[in-house]
């Protein structure tokens, strides 16, 4: 179960479909709410990521870091092996690449070399095709800065691909679903689940912890990444993994302090 | 805490920081006298990381240091660098303990990144308090294969099972990241600074 913060100037914001932002708080102090109630990682993007910005960020990304103790990827912005050295260093577990997977592939590849695949979380963000003359082809395409461009690329292909390069992990956004609360796109998931064998985690489009366990048991996605419900209080952490305890999905269980 | 570049040396420090510890950073091997304990953490691959510890003289200091009577935790990598050598890459490592460094056997899917349990082995100060199978934290790929299966404290199961603790007098490893592992790895690391350095931790 892994909470996501999307990060822009500093502050945890959450829009729909990535746009219409809205404050939800202190990456730091969220982060260890988080944690203490028994989020398994923390998925830290930072969804502006201007270059003049670097520098606000990784003091953000380190308080965050020390602010929880359970896993943090990074991702927003990451272009070089020099940047995911940066984050490494501020404190981040894993760093997710996106953007600059797409203009730069073998990026993953020297990043799985120089710090280990284990590191090298490949974020796709895909969005369903849509045959409007019926001959488009079926499927999700890959779309890039924050669902603005579509890149041509077949989602299912490209994290194929990524992984092939050194990616350990795939997070899987649907921007169809990203901030909708409407449920995860569980078939992009389990195409996806099927063409990979490292662990993806879903993302986009969690409202309710059946669509999570939905997920999991029907999709085979590893783990559920959340922002919204979180946020504002919909459902706990521990509601969620309750319900996927129920339906028999192994979960850490965490006692929650008093 | 040695550092050599192999990432995330913030978090650790302040899973130490927290429990007691005074940490310093090492850079050289002046840095390392006079450590209770050496610290080798670790994200990513051997060969790197041997390269960057004996360009800075590292490799050697550490292993003078603990012939000198200072402990060695290592997290992750840190463990693995212990061993002799890695299949992963073939690097040459630190040989402080004997054996290698392998892939998780039979495992389903690598890398192995999540919670898994750390069943005991044996009873070890490093675990007091922590209950058997308690969650811990995973990233990796590679796991090390001790000749001398004595020094196992834990093990977990991913597919194959793999030692997640190993103990050998004063040369301590932990595959898991105590730091990222909640409540029970600050106990983890808690138990190290009463171990290495019991007026420390008596202080603090």
Request: aromatic share 4%.
């Amino acid at each position: 179960m892994i909470p996501c913060l999307d990060v822009a100037d500093g502050r945890v914001v959450k829009g729909t479909r990535f746009i219409d932002l809205s404050d939800e708080g202190d990456p730091p102090t969220l982060a260890a709410r988080y944690a203490e109630a028994g989020a398994d990682e923390l998925v830290f993007l930072d969804i502006t990521a201007a270059p003049e910005a670097r520098g606000t960020l990784l003091d953000i990304v380190e308080r965050t870091a020390r602010s929880a103790f359970v896993p943090l990827t990074v991702g927003g912005g990451v272009r070089s092996t020099a940047d995911i050295k940066a984050v490494l260093r501020a404190g981040a577990d894993k760093v997710a690449i996106n953007t600059a997977a797409v203009r730069d592939p073998a990026l993953i590849r020297r990043c799985a070399r120089m710090f280990g695949r284990q590191c090298v979380v490949a974020s796709i963000d895909a969005r369903g095709r849509v045959g409007t003359s019926g001959d488009a082809p079926p499927g999700w395409e890959v779309v890039v800065r924050g669902g603005r461009e579509a890149t041509g690329l077949d989602a299912v292909a490209w994290a194929r691909r990524l992984v092939e390069l050194g990616a350990g992990e795939v997070l899987l956004t649907s921007i169809d679903r990203d901030g909708t609360r409407g449920g995860y796109d569980v078939e992009l998931i389990r195409a996806v689940v099927a063409a990979v064998d490292v662990p993806v985690v879903a993302s986009g489009g969690a409202g309710t912890p059946a669509d999570m366990v939905a997920a999991i048991v029907e999709g085979g996605a590893d783990a559920v990444l959340a922002a919204s419900i979180f946020h504002r209080d919909l459902h706990s952490i521990g509601s969620v993994k309750e319900a996927l305890a129920a339906a028999g999905v192994p979960v850490r269980r965490v006692p929650v302090a008093a | 805490m040695v550092d050599y570049g192999a990432g995330n040396l913030v978090s650790i420090q302040h899973a130490l920081s927290r429990v007691g510890a005074t940490v310093h950073e090492a850079r050289r091997p002046a840095d390392l006298v006079g450590a209770d304990v050496v610290v080798v953490p670790g994200v990513g691959a051997s060969r790197p990381a041997m390269a960057q510890l004996r360009r800075h003289g590292l490799d050697r200091a550490i292993t003078d240091a603990v012939e000198d009577g200072a402990w060695y935790f290592g997290v992750c990598l840190g463990l693995q660098l212990l061993f002799e050598r890695s299949e992963e890459d073939g690097a040459e490592m630190l040989g402080l303990l004997q054996g290698s460094v392998q892939r998780v056997p039979d495992s389903p899917r690598l890398p192995h990144i999540g919670w898994n349990a750390l069943e005991r082995v044996r009873d070890h100060p490093l675990l007091d308090g922590v209950a058997d199978g308690a969650p811990a934290y995973f990233v990796h790929s590679f796991v090390a294969a001790p000749d001398d299966r004595s020094m196992v404290v834990a093990e977990t199961e991913h597919g194959g099972r793999f030692p997640s603790i190993v103990a050998s007098g004063r040369v301590l490893g932990i595959q898991c990241h105590p730091e990222r592992s909640g409540s029970d790895g600050l106990r983890i690391l808690a138990n190290l600074v009463r171990l290495a350095a019991p007026d420390a931790s008596a202080a603090g």
